[in-house]
């Protein structure tokens, strides 16, 4: 009993509830952005790898694309490709 009582706050806040739709995931994470990616440059910039990206407020929309892959699934798309 006292086990289960200390494993309650690992249990994930969504526990019983079923996680959102790839879409809507997809979808919300982009919208996150909105306000924070705000200024488009098109400039080649050498990336980190894996997980390289220039700084959040600058870049084109593959940039915001990117990015919510990134947020809403933890997928790495620069490595993937």
Do not use: H, W
């Not at 006292?2 to 494993?7: D, P, Q, V, Y």
């Not at 997980?51 to 870049?59: A, F, I, L, Q």
């Not at 084109?60 to 892959?69: E, F, G, M, S």
Request: glycine share 6%; proline share 7%; aromatic share 8%.
């Amino acid at each position: 009993m006292l086990a289960s009582t200390l494993a309650l706050p690992l249990l994930p806040k969504t526990f019983g509830e079923r996680p959102l739709p790839f879409p809507v995931r997809l979808s919300k994470a982009a919208r996150d952005q909105i306000g924070v990616t705000r200024n488009y440059d098109g400039a080649y910039v050498r990336l980190d790898y894996p997980m390289g990206d220039v700084d959040r407020s600058t870049g084109v929309c593959t940039d915001v694309i990117i990015r919510a892959y990134r947020d809403a699934f933890d997928i790495d798309l620069q490595k993937l490709v």
